[in-house]
């Protein structure tokens, strides 16, 4: 090789070098925009004329190369190549003649496809490395009316480790359970997913992914296996609890009315929301918005009810304001004092307090649920505690006309609504036959209608898994001190966990005989400072049961702090203890933890009973992960961005 020939070489290899060093900065780039939900390209992407926003991709790398020497001599060369392209009458030309750029949107999206293949094979080889694994699924239509579908995995690691990924956002031709079934079957397949180890599936309550017969989860136990459990979302049956008492009264469809009414009353026109705020600050109050009461969200109720109680005094000076002052307009006035009248009587104020004190009990257990690292033990228990804080709260615990009294008892324009009625007619003997007082009347009519129903439609959708739940007790550490008395021999034990072991491919006798010793050890681990603990202590944190993130990052003044009376705190606080009590109790994964900690090397000791609780694991209590990627959906594909294709937008999901 002469000379010239090692010198070209030597040229081709530093360009290839410095090449690689510029793609490094411009995957970053790409990488950091997908991570924060940016959009990468602009307008005009010409670097010719430093006045022109070139989008957030090129903008980005501008202010990179000013502290990298390879992007910013790579970007002065497109950028004379750009210029003689303009002065040569071809300003449409970016200068992808003999000098690659980098910059196109066939490079971002190459770029793009690529990394998202690269997470999607991480996800996927943790499928197959794993003890099991769930699917999680949801459609939503996007902001191009085109129906989105999420598929989303719950993995059990070998190690113990539980996580939820999204796998994929396909488009759905339409939402029948067929069409479902057949992008779900296509995309797994050709992602080289095995169904070997899916154990379970979770959706919502929608006819065509829960029905019974011809159901999206009906389907998949068909044509992949029987076994595979379906779950209803939790944090969706919540929902739908509070949603049916929420217009099961009149009391309480005048409150959640006038609450939406009073939102579009100081939202609609600047200047009462101004007044609003003034008065807030007269106060001494930071600025609060009243929420929206949006069915959607769900603790939008919660949000819209708390803002209400904490801003009751300004609200009424507002309201005031408007109502007296000529300035604002016939419809501004009128809606003012009727809100004004209506907000005031003591009927509307106790019904609020109601579901405030309702709210204390089901909000902390919604956001709670929706967390990935609940198992079934920990969601049936605590939904239990929230069950029986409810029927305190129906047998007397928290007097809620007194508790109203107390709170507003400054407050002496509010009074009880009274309906003039005639003496009823055919009195039974030894009644006086004259109507009941308002203050009987609201408990009858509302108090005790709305906690009857609470109570009833808990009951009946949360106890569709009670029977699963029983199955699975056996293996539940809370029955551990009682498993020697219930069954006295490794026989007996035997016949109860051949069922479930059938299922999933495990041998009975040794299982029986591997949980009969792990029960008898498991208090000791239990007991010490063992690695449930410390797994429940580093994944639990007090604002997880406080406030969701997603929520408190909706409004940027939004506060924790309640500004409760102290029956109201009192009742709060003692619940939060008990559903801490019950999150920190013993638990399926607790005890997963326990057979994969490295500390105790029990994995091979119990090998069987490591599969037992993976496979227990894994079974998802929400379906909250697909709706996490819907909320993400919203970021990356908006009313500019809604030409994106398929690819390039799921590739940015998984960013």
């Known amino acids: 090789m002469n000379e010239q020939s090692k010198a070209d070489l030597k040229r081709k290899k530093n360009e290839v070098a410095k090449n690689r060093i510029i793609l490094a900065r411009i995957v970053d780039a790409i990488i950091f925009l997908g991570q924060q939900g940016l959009p990468l390209r602009g307008h005009r992407e010409l670097l010719v004329d430093d006045s022109v926003n070139t989008g957030n991709f090129i903008e980005l790398l501008k202010v990179i190369s000013h502290y990298d020497v390879p992007l910013q001599q790579h970007l002065e060369k497109i950028r004379d190549t750009q210029t003689r392209n303009d002065s040569c009458g071809k300003p449409g030309r970016k200068g992808r003649g003999s000098h690659v750029s980098f910059l196109s949107n066939t490079t971002q999206n190459n770029l793009i496809l690529t990394i998202s293949q690269l997470v999607t094979d991480k996800i996927v080889k943790a499928i197959e490395e794993s003890a099991a694994w769930a699917l999680i699924a949801d459609t939503t239509p996007d902001v191009a009316h085109h129906e989105q579908i999420s598929i989303c995995v719950r993995i059990v690691s070998t190690n113990g480790n539980i996580s939820e990924h999204l796998l994929a956002c396909r488009r759905a031709i339409s939402t029948t359970a067929e069409d479902l079934?057949?992008?779900?079957?296509?995309?797994?397949?050709?992602?080289?997913?095995?169904?070997?180890?899916?154990?379970?599936?979770?959706?919502?309550?929608?006819?065509?992914?829960?029905?019974?017969?011809?159901?999206?989860?009906?389907?998949?136990?068909?044509?992949?296996?029987?076994?595979?459990?379906?779950?209803?979302?939790?944090?969706?049956?919540?929902?739908?609890?509070?949603?049916?008492?929420?217009?099961?009264?009149?009391?309480?469809?005048?409150?959640?009315?006038?609450?939406?009414?009073?939102?579009?009353?100081?939202?609609?026109?600047?200047?009462?929301?101004?007044?609003?705020?003034?008065?807030?600050?007269?106060?001494?109050?930071?600025?609060?918005?009243?929420?929206?009461?949006?069915?959607?969200?769900w603790n939008a109720r919660e949000l819209c009810l708390r803002t209400f109680l904490e801003r009751y005094e300004s609200i009424l000076e507002v309201l005031d304001i408007v109502h007296t002052d000529t300035s604002f307009d016939t419809k501004h006035r009128s809606e003012a004092a009727g809100l004004l009248i209506s907000i005031q009587t003591k009927q509307f104020l106790a019904t609020a307090l109601l579901f405030s004190e309702i709210f204390a009990i089901t909000g902390p257990l919604s956001r709670y649920l929706q967390s990935i690292d609940t198992d079934l033990s920990r969601a049936m228990n605590i939904i239990d505690v929230s069950i029986a804080s409810l029927e305190k709260m129906r047998n007397g615990s928290f007097d809620v006309i007194k508790t109203m009294d107390?709170?507003?008892?400054?407050?002496?324009?509010?009074?009880?609504?009274?309906?003039?009625?005639?003496?009823?007619?055919?009195?039974?003997?030894?009644?006086?036959?004259?109507?009941?007082?308002?203050?009987?009347?609201?408990?009858?009519?509302?108090?005790?209608?709305?906690?009857?129903?609470?109570?009833?439609?808990?009951?009946?959708?949360?106890?569709?898994?009670?029977p699963l739940y029983e199955m699975l007790s056996v293996f539940s550490p809370n029955c551990f001190p009682r498993l020697s008395e219930m069954y006295k021999s490794v026989y007996d034990l035997t016949h109860i966990v051949t069922s479930f072991c059938d299922k999933y491919n495990l041998d009975p006798k040794r299982c029986a005989e591997e949980l009969f010793c792990f029960a008898l050890a498991y208090s000791k681990f239990h007991s010490s400072e063992s690695v449930c603990t410390q797994a429940d202590d580093e994944n639990y944190d007090e604002d997880d049961i406080e406030q969701d993130h997603y929520e408190r990052g909706a409004d940027e003044n939004y506060d924790d702090s309640i500004e409760l009376s102290d029956g109201l705190k009192e009742q709060h606080d003692e619940h939060l203890g008990t559903m801490k009590n019950g999150i920190h109790g013993s638990s399926f994964t607790g005890a997963l933890h326990i057979l994969c900690n490295e500390v105790y090397h029990l994995k091979d000791a119990f090998p069987e009973l490591c599969k037992v609780y993976g496979i227990i694991s894994a079974i998802p209590i929400s379906s909250c992960t697909a709706e996490r990627s819907f909320s993400v959906l919203k970021h990356v594909k908006t009313r500019l961005r809604s030409t994106m294709m398929q690819e390039r937008q799921e590739g940015l999901l998984l960013l």
């Not at 209608?449 to 009670?466: A, C, G, Y």
């Open 181 to 297: 079934f057949g992008v779900i079957f296509s995309t797994l397949q050709s992602k080289n997913v095995s169904f070997e180890k899916l154990i379970a599936q979770s959706y919502d309550g929608a006819s065509n992914m829960s029905g019974c017969y011809g159901g999206l989860q009906a389907l998949i136990k068909d044509q992949i296996n029987p076994n595979i459990l379906y779950i209803h979302c939790y944090a969706h049956t919540l929902n739908l609890v509070l949603a049916d008492s929420a217009a099961i009264a009149v009391d309480v469809v005048t409150l959640f009315g006038n609450l939406e009414t009073l939102y579009v009353l100081f939202s609609r026109s600047q200047k009462v929301h101004n007044i609003f705020e003034s008065t807030q600050l007269s106060h001494g109050l930071p600025i609060r918005s009243l929420k929206r009461l949006n069915t959607v969200r």
């Open 406 to 466: 107390d709170t507003f008892k400054h407050i002496e324009s509010i009074q009880w609504h009274t309906i003039r009625t005639c003496r009823t007619k055919g009195a039974l003997a030894g009644t006086s036959g004259f109507p009941e007082t308002p203050e009987s009347k609201w408990k009858h009519e509302t108090l005790y209608v709305v906690l009857d129903s609470v109570l009833s439609s808990m009951r009946n959708r949360f106890e569709k898994n009670r």
